[in-house]
Every structure is written in structure tokens, then in C-alpha cells.
């Protein structure tokens, strides 16, 4: 084992799989001499040259769009976009090509392609770069969708996706680049739609993914000083979504509370609690609460985007909600 943040696992991820495989390659804003914006490509074109670690005009539709056509000529294009709030300029792309092209030509072709995203709040960048763009993504059948919250799955879940056949959505977020934690020595793999239960508790569970499990974790420890046992489960990939875990935690605690980052109306917290409802009713001893950001766009000032954000506080005040105390 080995400590690293998830920057540097993240980076390591894409070194091995550069090694591994010569199909692969990366593309995007500033990856390649800068190193991203975030750093995590810093040094792979000095490795691997600049017909594998490619630099691209500020054009999100171009950007997505090139990866999309190597990924049909049997490429397999790690493409970044520098903040996931400019995905929308390669909606198209994204949507109407990527995410359809294997069902409209009967899986005749592979369309092996990685969008990596950095989203979320919390480092005062404004309405336009703080966004936690997962649900806009949600209802597109054709798009994976993976998220990680420490270093060891960052890792293991960007190999996952990268050998996928499959267009997968892997959003990283910017206040988790620098949080470490332990990584295994050599080659590994994380599955994809694989839930994971982070704390093991009894009386209620915190269902979460990315940043938010952090914040979840922080919660719980606070709620076991006041004699309250909670599991925090990370969800891990949203699409496709790994209900059995989720429901297994749910059915033993009785009582669940989805936690994520973007504001609760039209969030993926509730596909969760969706989802939920069918395998836990009869289990349930309370209402299923759900907490996310305010309903506005994410402020500038520090003061208010700290306001607008989910915090510790309000998951506890929803664990206690649920539990009547």
C-alpha cells in the first residue's frame, strides 16, 4: 500500500493504462503542457509525447466531439473537460452521439470513451464553475455514470472505466484532489455499479457519493457521540445504480437519509429514494429524507456558498428528523 491523494491516484490510474494499452489516449484544455487545470496530467506528456496527451482549442463540442469519433475507430479517448459546468457545450456530442451509438448500430460498434469532469462547490469559483451536473446526465440511457470519494477508488474505478466498451460520465470533485488515503501497489480494478458500505452502523443510513460522503462520514462520527450508530454507504456509480446494497443497508437500520451536493429538486437523490421505495417499504420506519444544496444558483461569496452547500449539520439535523429525536 501506498498513500496518495486522489490527484495522484488519478494520475497513476492514467499513466498505467497509457502503459497498457496503446489505444489509449488522452485529450482536452491545457492537459497536456500545463498538466489540467487540477494538475492531474502534470508530467504524462513528457512520458508519452504529444500524440498521446493532447492539447485542444477552448471548444467543449470539439473536445467531446473528437473523442467520440476516435472512441468508433476503435480508440479509447480519456477526454477532459476542465470544469463539468462547460458540458453543456458538448450536450450534443454527448447525448445524441455517444450515448446512442452502440444501440443504434446493435453493438456492432464499441464506443470506449471516458469524460472526465471536475464538479462541486466549495473553492468560491461562482455559478458557473461549482456545479454538480450528475442529474442533467441522469436520464440519458447509453451514459454510465461514476463518481468516487477517496483516493483507492479514484483509481480503480477510472481503470474500470477506461477498459469499458461503454461512454462513461467520471466526475471528480475539486475539493477531493488533495484528500489522501491508501492505494494498493501495482494493477488493480474497482467494478463499476458497485455500491459500498464506508461505515458500518445500525441505526439509520447515510446514503451518499463523491464529496459528500466525506461530509457524511463527519456527520456520523459526531452522531456516534450522542449514542447514534450510522452507515454511510457511497454510492460510487449512479448509472447504473446498485440498489441492492443501498436497499440491504436500508432494510437493516429501518431508516435512510440521501445526501448529495446538487439541490434536492430534480436531484439523483431521487432516482435513490425511487429505487429504494420498491425493495424497503415494508422496512421502513420512517420517511426517507433527502438533503442537498439550496435552491439557487451557486453564490460567489464564500459566506453564502458555504450557506448554500450541504454540511455536517444538516445531515445530522435529518438523521435526527428521522429518527424523532
Partial sequence: ??????????????????????????????????????????????????????????????????????????????????????????????VNNAAKMRYMHDGDIELSLVLRMPQGGGSTLGPHHSQCVEAWLLNVPGLQIVTHSNPHDAKGLLKSAIRDPNPIVFLEHKLLYNSKGEVPDGDYTVPIGKAQVVRPGKHVSIISYSYMVTTSLAAAELLAAENVEAEVVDVRTLRPLDVGTLAESVKKTGRAVVVHEAPVIGGAGGEIVSALHREVFDYLDAPIERVGALETPVPFSQVLEQAYLPDKERIIAAVKSTLNL
Fill in 1 to 94: 500500500m501506498t498513500v496518495l491523494s486522489v490527484r495522484e491516484a488519478l494520475r497513476q490510474a492514467l499513466r498505467e493504462e497509457l502503459q497498457r494499452d496503446p489505444k489509449v489516449f488522452l485529450i482536452g484544455e491545457d492537459i497536456a503542457s500545463y498538466g489540467g487545470c487540477y494538475r492531474v496530467t502534470e508530467g504524462l506528456l513528457a512520458e508519452f509525447g504529444e500524440e498521446r496527451v493532447r492539447d485542444t482549442p477552448l471548444s467543449e463540442s470539439v473536445i467531446v466531439g473528437c473523442g467520440v469519433g476516435a472512441a468508433m475507430m476503435g480508440y479509447k479517448p480519456v477526454v477532459e473537460v476542465m470544469f463539468a459546468d462547460f458540458v453543456t457545450i458538448g450536450m450534443d456530442q454527448l
